[in-house]
Nanobody, 120 residues
């Protein structure tokens, strides 16, 4: 069973920066996607950014140019550098790991979430 542990959330002023980290206890597939999702109160959980193990990135339009995802496969860790933060970025941020056992079979794991609050 894979466990994901997130860190790095907190309170920041508008225009500030935060860096989130997520460490997976293990990875058992050679093909996977690690990423970040967020959920604000009363809203659905939305994709923020993802990265495949080979380095392909994907971003939500609302964070392009402000957030950067990266990962260290040797450490089973994914990061999210968040710059120029806005109040609308306030949410609980969740780390996710999708492990592709075959092209058609995937296992999903979620972290416990970390709160990011952008407020003056």
């Amino acid at each position: 069973q894979v466990q994901l542990v997130e860190s790095g959330g907190g309170l920041v002023q508008p225009g500030g920066s935060l860096r989130l980290s997520c460490a997976a206890s293990t990875r058992s597939s050679t093909i996977d996607v690690m990423g970040w999702y967020r959920q604000a109160p009363g809203r659905e959980r939305d994709m923020v950014a993802t990265m495949t193990n080979s380095g392909t990135e994907n971003y939500a339009d609302s964070v392009k140019g402000r957030f950067t995802i990266s990962r260290n496969n040797a450490k089973n860790t994914v990061y999210l550098q968040m710059n120029s933060l806005r109040p609308e970025d306030t949410a609980v941020y969740y780390c996710k790991l999708d492990e592709y056992l075959t092209p058609y079979a995937v296992r999903n794991y979620w972290g416990q979430g970390t709160q990011v609050t952008v407020s003056a």
